[in-house]
Structure formats: structure tokens, C-alpha cells
């Protein structure tokens, strides 16, 4: 059997970490040249790994879903007896809605109201947490037969999650709101001032560019604004939380930190392009500025999300 000898292996040891540094510099000036080749090799490689990933996914979701069922099982009673309280309140709840609804089919009537169409959509699992150009992206399976385009809006059970950026023929790119190159332009839901959410790559995006006059208010609802044409109006974003220092940040609806099933919605806003990334960031911990709770619900261009 061939063997090294000991000098030599120690010089190959020694070679090693310097090779992989020029490699890594090499791909970094080719990624930097030439970008479309970049991102084709981006997807390629996202396109062989995707379904990988999704078979890896199916027993871990298995898992969590064997041991969410088992916590649920625990305080059963005390679920029964809130739930009931919960029903009487919705009861009452719907007798309102019931009547509102009346009204405005009634005034919709009146007005001659053109509804807007509504939007078509498809539903994509992530598959992984995808370390690429962006610090916050996650990477969606694309079954066959289903087709995404770049620019179309990305929304959990609870709110605004961002957008796709990449796409390949069986995976596809999301950007987060939380990412360091994320802004969308909202509105403050009490009183209709426009804000934009700046990712920094923490869970709590910035809150900022909101008129000198209005002081959000903590716990507010806030939605997409529809400036710019980047997002449509009225998409739930977050609420707004103040820090100890005094910043007002945005507590996001959607679930940043464990993305699971997503809607695409196509709004027709495709051709908008997505911000260049700045590369990776350390992120920052708002340990030191205190905690907040969970709540159910760059400079680059305005509108990429």
C-alpha cells in the first residue's frame, strides 16, 4: 500500500488551509464577475439538494407533530374550558360580523363596487434554511407541475413572510422581511402613516421613516402600504414594539424563525428586481435590549421584500 511520508504529509497539512483560502477567493471573484453565472449555479445546486431536503423534512415534521400531540394531550380540560368560553364569545361575535356584512354588501350595492380580482396562488413547503447570498432566506421545494416566478409575495397562516428572488426548475429562493437588504413600505394601521420595515437580520425588524408627527403606539397594527407598487395594500404584516432604548421595532405575524408552508401569490409585480445583498452579517442580538413576546398576526431599493 502507498504510504506518504511523514515530512511530505506535514507539508500537504500545512498547504491545505491556504489552497482552500484561494479557492474560497476564487469563487467569491467569479460570483463578483459574472452574476447570472453565479445564481445559475446558485439554483443548480439548490435544484439537486431540494429534494433531498424534502425527504430529510417528512420525519422531522412527523416528529414535531408526535410531540405537539403529545403536549396537547396534557392540559386537555383546561383547552376544553377555554374553548368553550372562546365559542361564546365568537357566537356573539358573528351575529356582529353577520350584520356588517349586510351592510356593506348593501352599500357595495349602492356604489356599484367593482371588486378587485383575486389573486392566483400556489403553496410551497421550505425545505431548508438556505445560507446564499441573503443572511435570511429559506429554500422551497417546487413539486412538478408547479410553476413560481421571481417577485411573487411569500405569506404564512399569519402574515407577510417576503419574496422570491431565485427560481429554479424544482426549487426556489425566498427573502425574509427580516433580512439586512428587506425594506417594505406600511402603514401604520391607526393612523394611516406610512413606515418602512428595515431587515437587519435580527427577529425584530426597524420601524422607521414614519412621519416626525406620529409616534407609533405599541401593540399597532401594521400592513403593506402598497407604495412603490412593491406590495399590495392591506397585507398583515406585524405590530409595533418599543425596545428599552426607546426604538420602535416591528414584531412580525409570520413565524421568521420556523417558515414552514407558504403561499406564493402572483400580484403581477414579477418584474421587480430584488436588492444585491450585501453578503452575510452578524446578527444582532436584542438580548441586551430586553425581550418581547410573540405575537400571532436598505439603504437599498424601496419595495423589496
Request: aromatic residues 6%; hydrophobic residues 45%.
Amino acid at each position: 500500500m502507498f504510504s506518504l511520508s511523514i515530512q511530505l504529509r506535514q507539508a500537504l497539512g500545512k498547504l491545505t488551509l491556504p489552497l482552500l483560502l484561494a479557492l474560497a477567493c476564487l469563487v467569491m471573484l467569479v460570483g463578483q464577475a459574472d452574476r447570472r453565472l453565479a445564481e445559475s449555479a446558485r439554483t443548480g445546486v439548490a435544484d439537486l439538494l431540494a429534494p433531498f431536503y424534502s425527504f430529510l423534512a417528512q420525519p422531522i415534521d412527523r416528529v414535531r407533530a408526535i410531540g405537539r400531540e403529545a403536549h396537547s394531550l396534557i392540559g386537555v380540560a383546561e383547552e376544553n374550558e377555554r374553548l368553550r368560553a372562546e365559542n361564546q364569545r365568537l357566537r356573539r361575535w358573528y351575529d356582529v360580523a353577520m350584520a356588517l356584512a349586510a351592510e356593506n354588501a348593501t352599500l357595495k350595492s349602492n356604489l356599484n363596487w367593482m371588486p378587485e380580482p383575486a389573486p392566483s396562488f400556489v403553496t410551497a413547503r421550505a425545505v431548508a434554511d438556505a445560507s446564499g447570498v441573503y443572511a435570511r432566506s429559506v429554500l422551497l421545494f417546487v413539486p412538478e407541475g408547479q410553476t413560481l416566478t421571481k417577485g411573487m409575495v411569500a405569506l404564512d397562516a399569519a402574515g407577510l413572510v417576503g419574496r422570491i428572488t431565485e427560481v429554479g426548475s424544482r426549487s426556489a429562493r425566498v427573502m425574509l422581511i427580516n433580512d439586512m437588504t428587506s425594506h417594505v413600505p406600511v402603514m401604520l394601521e391607526a393612523s394611516h402613516a406610512p413606515a418602512i420595515v428595515a431587515g437587519d437580520n435580527s427577529a425584530a425588524p426597524r420601524l422607521m421613516d414614519y412621519p416626525e408627527d406620529v409616534r407609533p403606539v405599541e401593540g399597532e397594527r401594521v400592513v403593506t402600504s402598497g407604495a412603490a407598487n412593491a406590495f399590495p395594500a392591506g397585507l398583515p404584516v406585524g405590530t409595533v414594539h418599543y425596545l428599552p432604548s426607546g426604538q420602535p421595532v416591528l414584531e412580525p405575524y409570520a413565524r421568521l424563525d420556523h417558515v414552514g408552508i407558504l403561499r406564493l401569490f402572483d400580484y403581477g409585480l414579477s418584474a421587480i428586481t430584488p436588492p444585491e445583498a450585501p453578503g452575510r452579517v452578524i446578527l444582532r442580538n436584542h438580548a441586551d435590549e430586553g425581550e418581547f413576546g410573540t405575537v400571532p398576526g436598505r439603504p437599498a431599493q424601496i419595495g423589496r421584500g
